[in-house]
């Protein structure tokens, strides 16, 4: 559990320098949640190599070990999962603690409403504050018994006992943490479950499922699946986290004299919003080396420094780059003119409310940057130094350190313990590209 009382991490990072090099980011944090859940649930073992061994994805892994899952590894991101089968979970002794990884508690909600024990969810204090319901009421309509606090809250509560029922369920907003929750629950129930979507979000467990021999159909923008199914161990492996290169991106693109080519980074098309909001910026960005592993397109991504230019972000984009906007607001910052963006509610409540956290250090910093109720006007301009929060979410962190590369003075983050729930090593990587960043 967090200790309040614990020093917390400090970020110091000093102005200016370019970035150059080749890196290969640690891998994708969704697909290596996915293949710890899905391997489970398999018959047969599944390999996994490139897991991303950070805070969140671990808590899926400990998760499944106190569920009766042999799980051996990570070592250097190889893991190997022996899976028990659809129905061979075992009841955890304890409540399954996920520390602040939303993606495990929102995705296990759905997986353990189909289960023939009881499971108690919690989480630390940030996961603790984040809405829950949006999974919670679509469960109950398939006839799960769930609850959580009466604001909505963790710690969940999910009791064995009824059957679930397929549904036919809208998305009231464009979440693949809720579609996916969904299609895990529908995995346990009768019939067909159906989720339609108002936009299109990452689609990393339907391909995953299908990996796993699990028969999913998709049609515009509905995906299907028939529950009571077998999946098959099989093997995996993870591309680099898109959202994790997404910081070197918007760095080589600001800092003068920059190129840098990231490595074997995963390009699913539902996940490459930062890449073209960037390149409406101008940004000079570079894909080559396109090949499909396992059931994910990969490819190399090079980018050199250039003049980024504000531009009205289109609302299309906003659900395929909706972890990137922190680092998308810093690029904003550096950019000539204004950078419009609407159509982002859904940042008001990640690990911490990005929108108002994010204003709040660019402002700072010297930026004028004015939060809207669903989104941001931020007009480029000069970096300063200066101290800033992070609320203890690890993309502010990383955000604000990539910022020093075009202040004018010392950058220093405070509260950057989470930085290793996506991202382990990445003070030694943005050091070794050509930032110069410290820790204490």
């Known amino acids: 559990m967090s200790n309040s009382s614990a020093p917390t991490v400090t970020f110091r990072a000093n102005a200016g320098g ?67 089968g659809m129905n061979g979970l075992q009841k955890p002794e304890d409540d399954l603690y996920l520390g602040n990884s939303g993606t495990s508690m929102r995705l296990m909600s759905g997986l353990l409403a189909g289960q023939a024990f009881n499971t108690v969810l919690t989480g630390d204090r940030s996961l603790s504050s984040r ?15 769930i609850t959580a606090t009466q604001n909505g809250t963790s710690p969940i509560n999910i009791s064995s006992g009824k059957a679930l029922n397929g549904i036919d369920y809208t998305l009231p907003v464009a979440s693949a943490q809720i579609k996916s929750c969904l299609l895990l629950a529908g995995l346990y129930a ?9 936009a299109p979000t990452r689609d990393h467990t339907e391909r995953m499922l299908q990996g796993f021999g699990y028969s999913v159909n998709r049609n515009g923008s509905t995906v299907c699946l028939r529950g009571k199914g077998k999946l098959q161990g099989t093997s995996i492996d993870v591309p680099a986290d898109i959202s994790s290169a997404a ?21 699913n098309p539902t996940r490459t919003g930062v890449i073209d909001i960037l390149r409406l910026m101008g940004a000079s960005i570079e894909i080559s080396n396109e090949k499909v592993v396992g059931g994910e397109p990969v490819a190399d991504i090079r980018i050199q420094s250039s003049r980024l230019k504000g531009i009205t972000i289109p609302e299309t984009l906003v659900p395929l780059a909706i972890d990137e906007f922190p680092v998308l607001f810093v690029a904003a910052s550096c950019a000539e003119g204004e950078t419009v963006l609407t159509g982002a509610k859904e940042l008001r409540v990640k690990e911490s409310d990005r929108i108002q956290v994010m204003a709040d250090g660019l402002k700072i910093m010297g930026i004028d940057a004015k939060p809207t109720e669903d989104g941001i006007i931020i007009k480029g301009g000069t970096l300063d130094g200066g101290t800033v929060l992070s609320h203890d979410d690890h993309r502010i962190s990383m955000s604000f350190a ?9 950058v220093v983050i405070e509260d950057c313990d989470n930085v290793n729930t996506s991202f382990p090593g990445f003070i030694e990587l943005a050091s070794r590209l050509g930032l110069s960043i410290t820790s204490e």
Not at 402 to 410: F, N, T, V, W, Y
Request: a negative charge; aromatic letters at 4%.
């Open 18 to 84: 370019c970035l150059s090099g080749s890196a290969r980011v640690p891998g994708d944090k969704s697909i290596s949640h996915r293949s710890i859940m899905l391997g489970s649930l398999a018959e047969g073992i599944t390999e996994v190599t490139g897991f991303l061994e950070g805070d969140d994805s671990l808590a899926t892994l400990k998760a499944f070990q106190a569920m009766g899952v042999k799980i051996e590894g990570p070592i250097n991101g190889k893991v190997t999962v022996h899976g028990v």
């Open 247 to 267: 910081f070197f991106m918007v760095g080589a693109s600001i800092a003068e004299g920059s190129d840098i080519t990231l490595e074997h980074v995963g390009v």
């Open 190 to 198: 009768d019939g067909k479950t159906c989720v339609t979507e108002p």
């Open 131 to 145: 809405p829950m319901r949006r999974v919670i009421d679509p469960l109950l309509q398939m006839g799960a018994t």
């Open 402 to 410: 990539i910022a020093a590369l075009r202040s004018q003075g010392e």
